[in-house]
């Protein structure tokens, strides 16, 4: 492999740092290279490459000009995902974008039709179906190793962000909330084992309207930051997913699935080697228990696999497992699920 596949990072706020360290310290970058990176604020461009190296580029216009550059990852705000991804693809540039891949099904459609005007592939965040674990799922599940699956449920009780995240008002504001920022892990998942989501429901509710960040300063909620979602997939399966910005200490965790002749269970929905339990078909224990129970850094995510994902779909000229495809139809579920939780009925997709 003698040319290599060189990328740059829109955005480098405090997830850049987790995929840049995870891609630093890979030990196989399978001739990826990091070239620079771009933010709206050039002294943090500054500090980034300081520490990961690379070039800083002052304007997003001189970063989409540099013809070295094969693809941008965005890791811009949710808000403004949209427009630098079709910035980047009009350049012709391939794009991983950090979830969600826009904020409306109409956008994401554009994104992706921008993709294939253009000739570039358009992949995005979440990539956590790449790891080990679930992987591993999902063969099991092919292998009928608990039968017909009939229900899944996920727990993403995440706590109240302003406890640690240095700018959390983004989190609970328009592009924000459990469903879009936490919400693509689980649904992405159960939409790559299950298929496709026929109906919705949702009840969520705003219950700490005010919040404090780290210096003192008070700030508003204007998105549903805690509630449940139930999905029921065209295939039959029944789901459900709780999720929390509001809670403190919790032992409600990861992801379970029951069969017609077994159940399996994730101790972390996101953690690529974490706990994994099976049970026997009537069994009152967990037959099999591989992995490790964690705690993880960086949630055990490998924040590098998305990069080589691309990569190796471009070189090989097929679509990445995250594809922007996927990642629309989570969008679409998600969105389902909000205006279900809305208007307090039953949404149908198509």
């Known amino acids: 492999m003698s040319v290599a596949f060189r990328f740059a990072v829109a955005g480098t706020g405090d997830i850049a740092g987790f995929y840049l360290d995870h891609f630093t310290r890979r030990e196989h970058k399978n001739n990826i290279e990091f070239v620079g990176a771009w933010n709206r604020t050039t002294e943090k461009s500054q500090a980034f490459t300081d520490k990961f190296g690379g070039q800083v580029y002052t304007s997003l216009e001189r970063l ?5 550059v094969d693809a941008v990852i965005n890791l811009t705000s949710p808000k403004a995902h949209y427009e630098i ?8 540039k391939h794009v991983l974008s950090e979830k969600p891949l826009a904020l409306s099904v109409k956008q994401g459609r554009q994104l992706i039709a921008q993709a294939h005007k253009h000739c570039v592939t358009l992949s995005s965040a979440p990539f956590i179906l790449l790891g080990h674990n679930q992987r591993r799922v999902k063969k099991l599940l092919a292998e009928g190793r608990i039968g017909s699956p009939v229900s899944v449920t996920a727990e993403m009780f995440h706590g109240r962000v302003e406890a640690w995240h240095p700018s959390p008002e983004q989190f609970y504001t328009e592009g924000g909330g459990p469903l ?4 693509p892990y689980p649904v992405s998942l159960m939409l790559d084992w299950f298929g496709p989501v026929a109906e919705v429901q949702g009840m969520f509710e705003i219950t700490i309207p005010e919040r404090v960040d780290l210096s003192g300063r008070q700030f508003d909620v204007t998105k549903f930051d805690q509630g449940v979602a139930l999905l029921r997939f065209a295939s039959g399966v029944i789901g459900r997913i709780a999720f929390s910005y509001a809670n403190s200490n919790t032992d409600h965790s990861g992801l379970e699935i029951q069969g017609t002749e077994g ?15 099976i049970s026997e078909k009537d069994s009152a224990r967990w037959d099999s228990v591989e992995g490790a129970p964690g705690p993880f850094e960086a949630s055990g995510v490998d924040w590098s696999g998305g990069i080589v994902e691309l990569a190796g779909s471009v070189r090989q000229r097929r679509q990445p497992s995250n594809s922007a495809g996927l990642a629309l139809d989570t969008l679409a579920v998600l969105l389902a699920i909000e205006r279900a939780a809305q208007n307090g009925g039953t949404v149908k997709l198509t």
């Open 64 to 68: 989409l000009a540099d013809s070295s």
């Open 85 to 92: 991804s079709s910035r980047c693809l009009r350049a012709a």
């Open 180 to 183: 879009l920022d936490v919400g």
């Open 263 to 277: 159940s399996l269970a994730l101790g972390s929905v996101m953690a690529a080697n974490g706990e994994l339990k």
